[in-house]
């Protein structure tokens, strides 16, 4: 249930910036393995399953089957893994694959999540807004100043924020805030 709610909080922040669904998905999957990583501090034998269409999302982690435990992040003992799969038949050097439930993350890295998922969207955000203008080179387009600084101007354009540097500026012309 926990997770139909994080699939669809996650949905309507990327619906709201335009972005599309199966780089959300791409995200979330970053934004798990990047949390795995920070709690067990390796994800390599990570995998995160998304799937936006019925809210799910699945975390996990393959580990080898052993007798001696010598890096409990890749490994598992036999006995652990009788203990957490009872009824299961498994042998030293075999796989084991456990599910980790994505709401054991504490406070500390859900707050590093946030920080993590708002980077990749303002990453997305400006490649759109690349992919759209700079195929625009040369052409003529009309927005709202924003603000103005020392040497640059800020216009608003679409859902766009742009830069006007001073070199292409006019040099008689006067820009003040709202003007198009």
Partial sequence: MINRELIDVFSEIAREKNVDRSELGSIIEQLFLHLVERDRGDSSNCSVIVNLDKGELEIYAERDIVDDLMDPVLEITLEEAIKLAPGENFQVGETFVEVIDPTIFGRRLVTAAKQFFSQRLQDV????????????????????????????????????????????????????????
């Fill in 125 to 180: 955000e400006k490649r759109y807004v690349y992919e759209d203008y700079s195929q625009r080179i040369g052409e003529i387009v009309i927005g709202t100043v924003r603000q103005i600084q020392r040497d640059n101007i800020y216009i608003n354009i679409d859902q766009a924020e742009l830069l006007m540097p001073r070199s292409e500026q006019i040099i008689t012309e006067r820009y003040r805030r709202g003007d198009t």
